[in-house]
């Protein structure tokens, strides 16, 4: 049985979830009916599936309708005609009259691991909450029926103070992912790194629609394939090893051990 420990707290605060799954989803709800009695929690959220739109917005281009929902024990909900990120933005640009603690993005269904938060919508909508100056989270459950959002929601609430009491915690978003197991089957915490990349590419239909028109689609998802050998802190194989993933990420996207093999480049340019 894995035991953990983590400091007390009674300390009330106010939270924005947000998703990319939905506004029903199921791990959106069971997080907010974690969080619900200990703190005020809002929800901004896509009003449908808005899985891999990554850090997507649309809200500087299109009005985008929000819908008033009623769920129990929260303060304030809206289903939203937009993206996951258009979500957080709207929520921190005044559609609630709240100054916020912290953002919470998830419980996704399914993993965002490695090369998964270049796609994820989860990722994000967390994104955004940084770039707003407020702490943020990721959290995403892993595995293929999924059933165990408890599990998830507990280790929310194990790592939320810690993570927020962090005087770096607007240096990066935090990215969690938990295997789908019971929690006490959970084998305890690993700050990871991402692992390798994963091969994302399936076979496709082409189908004619006229001479200047094809219809392009996808034949079937397919599990994703691992390209490479995983790495040894890797994220992806501390969560299949019964491990949750904590990882810190940035938007830093430069590769500084490129650095050396770029420069080689600059000599190319001919003053003309």
């Not at 289903?79 to 919470?104: K, N, Q, S």
């Not at 959290?139 to 609430?157: E, I, N, Q």
């Not at 790194?193 to 079937?220: C, G, M, N, Q």
Request: hydrophobic letters at 40%.
């Amino acid at each position: 049985m894995a035991v953990f420990f983590f400091a007390c707290y009674n300390r009330s605060m106010k939270i924005l979830l947000s998703n990319d799954d939905g506004i029903d989803a199921e791990g959106l709800l069971v997080l907010a009916d974690a969080l619900k009695n200990e703190h005020d929690v809002y929800i901004a959220a896509p009003s449908g599936q808005r899985s891999a739109y990554s850090h997507s917005v649309t809200y500087f281009h299109t009005p985008n309708k929000a819908y008033r929902c009623s769920i129990p024990g929260i303060r304030e909900a809206w289903a939203i005609d937009g993206t996951p990120a258009d979500c957080v933005y709207y929520a921190m640009c005044g559609l609630f009259d709240a100054e916020f603690d912290a953002v919470i993005s998830g419980i996704n269904n399914g993993r965002n691991l490695s090369s998964d938060c270049v796609y994820s919508g989860t990722v994000g909508a967390a994104a955004e909450g940084t770039l707003s100056y407020v702490p943020s989270i990721a959290v995403s459950l892993c595995g293929r029926d999924l059933v165990h959002y408890h599990t998830a929601a507990m280790v929310l609430k194990d790592v939320l103070v810690d993570f927020l009491d962090d005087d770096r915690n607007l240096d990066y978003m935090l990215n969690i992912n938990v295997p789908d197991l019971p929690y006490e089957q959970l084998k305890g915490f690993k700050a990871s790194v991402f692992d390798s990349p994963i091969d994302y590419r399936r076979p496709i239909t082409v189908e004619t629609l006229d001479a200047d028109t094809l219809l392009l689609s996808l034949d079937r998802p397919g599990p994703a394939r691992q390209k490479h050998v995983r790495l040894a802190e890797g994220d992806a194989g501390a969560v299949s090893d019964g491990y949750v993933s904590l990882t810190p990420i940035w938007f830093d996207m430069v590769h500084k051990d490129c650095m050396e093999n770029v420069r080689k480049l600059e000599k190319l340019f001919r003053n003309r």
